[in-house]
């Protein structure tokens, strides 16, 4: 409860005679108080960036301290900046790319994928983003944006690209028959030379076993060989 006194005079106003207090009930704004206290502890502590850009103005308006961080900012820079300052030039300018999500977002009211980004160093990194169109009671239309660092994932993946390229041509190239096989002789990989042998196209091979390439004599000792082979290691 909230309480306020007040003091009762006589007449003549010379000596108080009493007090008169009221009561006001708070528990529900105090509830509120308690609600709108751990969703911004939430906030702060999370460990995706979040942020929100108010649509009237394409600016920022909120930004928690792990966006901050991610791009290089200190607390409350970003405030009234435009968002197409973090959008990196591709093989359009950073105002394009963000256009283009805007118009995305005002058609379908989400939004969501990769983002090549720029730090306020001017370093680059890749972001996972989803965005939706939220109406707040003081900002009123903004889009508010979660954003995951996947610069790592990026570079594992063109890792593995450049691997995979590399093992085919390798494979490729390679003046033998090669084949990659589960332990009951499905054909996983093959490459030019051994799809020749069984006069088929490669991928009319892959996925199939091989007693359907040949007897079943030739297959079940295949089989036999890959068990002794499984069992040596």
Same mark, same amino acid.
């Given at each position: 409860?909230?309480?306020?006194?007040?003091?009762?005079?006589?007449?003549?106003?010379? &000596?108080?005679?009493?007090?008169?207090? +009221?009561?006001? =009930?708070?528990?529900?704004? *105090?509830? %509120? #108080?308690?609600?709108? @206290?751990?969703?911004?502890?939430?906030?702060?502590?999370?460990?995706?960036?979040?942020?929100?850009?108010?649509?009237?103005?394409?600016?920022?308006?909120?930004?928690?301290?792990?966006?901050?961080?991610?791009?290089?900012?200190?607390?409350?820079?970003?405030?009234? &900046?435009?968002?197409?300052?973090?959008? +990196?030039?591709? =093989?359009?300018?950073?105002? *394009?790319? %963000? #256009?283009?999500?805007? @118009?995305?977002?005002?058609?379908?009211?989400?939004?969501?994928?990769?983002?090549?980004?720029?730090?306020?160093?001017?370093?680059?990194?890749?972001?996972?983003?989803?965005?939706?169109?939220?109406?707040?009671?003081?900002?009123?239309?903004?889009?508010?944006?979660? &954003?995951?660092?996947?610069?790592?994932?990026?570079?594992?993946?063109?890792?593995?690209?450049?691997?995979? #390229?590399?093992?085919?041509?390798?494979?490729?190239?390679?003046?033998?028959?090669?084949?990659?096989?589960?332990?009951?002789?499905?054909?996983?990989?093959?490459?030019?030379?051994?799809?020749?042998?069984?006069?088929?196209?490669?991928?009319?091979?892959?996925?199939?076993?091989?007693?359907?390439?040949?007897?079943?004599?030739?297959?079940?000792?295949?089989?036999?060989?890959?068990?002794?082979?499984?069992?040596?290691?």
């Amino acid at each position: 409860f909230l309480s306020n006194r007040s003091p009762v005079w006589n007449d003549d106003h010379t &000596q108080v005679t009493g007090y008169m207090l +009221a009561l006001k =009930d708070i528990t529900a704004y *105090k509830v %509120a #108080q308690s609600e709108l @206290d751990f969703h911004s502890a939430v906030l702060r502590n999370v460990a995706e960036g979040i942020h929100a850009i108010n649509v009237e103005t394409g600016k920022f308006v909120y930004a928690n301290p792990t966006f901050e961080k991610m791009f290089g900012y200190d607390s409350d820079e970003l405030i009234g &900046q435009p968002i197409s300052i973090l959008n +990196a030039p591709t =093989d359009q300018p950073p105002e *394009k790319t %963000a #256009q283009n999500i805007i @118009d995305h977002l005002n058609r379908d009211g989400f939004w969501e994928g990769e983002v090549k980004n720029i730090r306020k160093d001017g370093s680059l990194f890749w972001t996972y983003a989803k965005v939706v169109l939220f109406n707040h009671v003081i900002y009123g239309d903004i889009w508010l944006t979660v &954003q995951q660092d996947i610069s790592e994932q990026k570079t594992a993946n063109e890792a593995l690209r450049l691997s995979e #390229q590399r093992f085919q041509l390798f494979m490729k190239h390679l003046p033998a028959s090669v084949t990659i096989q589960s332990m009951d002789a499905q054909l996983i990989y093959c490459n030019d030379d051994y799809a020749k042998t069984l006069k088929h196209p490669v991928d009319d091979i892959i996925g199939k076993y091989f007693n359907e390439f040949t007897d079943e004599h030739n297959y079940q000792r295949l089989i036999e060989q890959n068990r002794k082979v499984a069992e040596s290691h």
